[in-house]
């Protein structure tokens, strides 16, 4: 009987450039691309945006 062993993660596509991803840099294929995202992570290129909360709350 043979038994198929099954990735522990799904390959996916690079997000910066989209080749196969490897499994010591995953999702991204190398080194390079996990440092460019990284890079735009600290520059504040990427962004979550933020609602503010309304002041009424105290009205109630």
Known sequence: M???IEPL???R????????SKRE???FCSQRCKDIDL???LSGAYA????EAEDNLDDE
Request: aromatic share 8%.
């Open 2 to 4: 043979s038994a198929k």
């Open 9 to 11: 993660r799904p390959k």
């Open 13 to 20: 596509k690079c997000p910066e450039c989209g080749k196969e």
């Open 25 to 27: 840099t995953y999702p």
């Open 39 to 41: 890079n735009r992570w």
């Open 48 to 51: 979550i945006p933020v609602t």
